[in-house]
């Protein structure tokens, strides 16, 4: 199985900061990284494809970079409604393996 | 619009079995793959398996395996996923996903609502 490891945990943000999170792979995996938002109580929604595709409908602050086993979702602009759990997800192969997730709470 | 419908809560005793289903509609059924997540209260996504609807063919996270059965009734568009022996540690709120394949990379694209499994004597 591929292991990804996300990174931070958690994070505390304010509005209007840039934010970063990495997501490490155990091998390589190309481009095929997916990352999801999470809000609680809610099912997990599909915000960056291929590493770097920005799904229909998300807003443009939210991006995505990387390849082989270094990964990077960056929110540019930080936004009220952006406070949620993030999980970046391997497509390369099965099992279909997520991140522990990264927390991004109101500072 | 692409939706999945899960059927409601559930709880079970500890050794019993549970069944959810995921019905789906707003796309030709037997097109894409049906993958199921588990999300234990406070912890991340973990992958369960995956089943073909066109061809009924499975595959299941090794942890899983002799325990879990995922069936689909093409009539009906609906995607079952049963767990036999239940432990506490299964309790979780499972989700059916529809796959997709975006610019060539297979995503969780449609999420169902989730279906709250409690495992509990």
């Known amino acids: 199985d591929i292991q990804m490891t996300q990174s931070p945990s958690s994070l505390s943000a304010s509005v209007g900061d840039r934010v970063t999170i990495t997501c490490r792979a155990g091998q390589s995996i190309s481009s095929h990284l997916n990352w999801y938002q999470q809000k609680p109580g809610k099912a997990p929604k599909l915000l960056i494809y291929a590493a770097s595709s920005l799904h229909s409908g998300v807003p443009s602050r939210f991006s995505g970079s990387g390849s082989g086993t270094d990964f990077t979702l960056t929110i540019s602009s930080l936004q009220p409604e952006d406070f949620a759990t993030y999980y970046c997800?391997?497509?390369?192969?099965?099992?279909?393996?997520f991140g522990q997730g990264t927390k991004v709470e109101i500072k | 619009q692409v939706q999945l419908v899960q059927s409601g809560g559930e709880v079970k005793k500890p050794g019993a079995s549970v069944k959810v289903s995921c019905k789906a509609s707003?796309?030709?059924?037997?097109?894409?793959?049906i993958s199921w997540v588990r999300q234990a209260p406070g912890q991340g996504l973990e992958w369960m398996g995956w089943?073909?609807?066109?061809?009924?063919?499975?595959n299941y996270a090794q942890n899983l395996q002799g325990r879990i059965t995922m069936t689909t009734d093409t009539s009906t568009s609906t995607a079952y996923m049963e767990l036999r022996s239940l432990r506490s540690d299964d309790t979780s709120v499972y989700y059916c996903?529809?796959?997709?394949?975006?610019?060539?990379?297979?995503?969780?694209?449609?999420w169902g609502q989730g279906t709250l499994v409690t495992v509990s004597s």
């Open positions: 089943i073909s609807a066109y061809y009924g063919s499975t």
């Open positions: 996903v529809r796959e997709g394949e975006l610019s060539g990379s297979v995503v969780f694209q449609y």
């Open positions: 997800q391997q497509s390369y192969n099965s099992p279909r393996t």
């Open positions: 707003g796309y030709t059924f037997t097109t894409y793959g």
